[in-house]
């Protein structure tokens, strides 16, 4: 469910986000996320599934924590950058990978543990939606169902459970999109995270 609670000023430190391994840490401030999804198209489960082989790979030091759900879908939650803080960061760096040759978006991943991680945008985080702790150290969960968006792009259409669009409705996405075309407010300022599309991996496009 994409939803915008921007207007509510909340002070609680709702969670942790951590990679596998805990060398990637942030501290997330608020009660929610703005926006959640689970995300079906090609490019999101491609770089998932590029990431998590990674962790598989014979001779691997740790199997990171994956982006997908159950049912295949990559999970996000998306915070402004004003809700992260990261606390540490990997020895080894953040590697990061786009979708084909002339991807744009590029995907963060914790080298230490290959773990998916984040994208970003100048104006928003992009969490792995399974990198989420409650205050108590269980998994954040929540409160309503996470809606599962580009059904159409699905590598198998069929196997996304409801509720199921497919594509992700403007309503839905609005809280996301405004955060592009509007020029004001909070924006990252920890250039780590900010990745470089030139010096990316490259996900082979398949389909």
């Not at 996320?33 to 079906?40: D, E, G, K, T």
């Not at 998590?52 to 999970?75: F, H, I, P, R, Y």
């Not at 002339?102 to 080298?111: E, F, L, T, V």
């Not at 992009?126 to 702790?133: D, G, K, S, T």
Request: glycine share 8%; with cysteine.
């Amino acid at each position: 469910l994409f939803f915008d609670r921007t207007c509510i000023t909340i002070t609680h430190i709702m969670s942790t986000f951590k990679c596998a391994c805990g060398q990637t840490e942030a501290k997330i401030t608020g009660a929610h996320p703005f926006a959640l999804s689970n995300c079906y198209c090609h490019s999101c489960v491609a770089g998932c599934r590029f990431v998590d082989a990674k962790g598989q790979a014979e001779g691997a030091s740790t199997s990171g924590t994956s982006q997908l759900n159950k049912d295949g879908g990559v999970g996000i939650a998306f915070f402004d950058p004003n809700q992260v803080e990261f606390v540490s960061k990997p020895a080894a760096g953040f590697g990061s990978i786009k979708i084909g040759e002339k991807g744009k978006a590029p995907r963060a991943y914790s080298k230490c543990c290959n773990s998916s991680v984040f994208f970003t945008h100048p104006k928003f985080y992009a969490l792995n939606l399974n990198c989420i702790y409650n205050d108590d150290g269980t998994n954040f969960t929540p409160e309503t169902p996470v809606k599962n968006y580009n059904r159409k792009y699905a590598f198998d259409p069929s196997s996304v459970p409801e509720p199921a669009y497919d594509t992700a409705p403007f309503l839905d996405m609005f809280p996301v999109m405004k955060r592009f075309i509007i020029p004001w407010g909070p924006k990252i300022q920890d250039k780590d995270v900010m990745l470089d599309v030139k010096t990316v991996e490259v996900v082979p496009i398949t389909w």
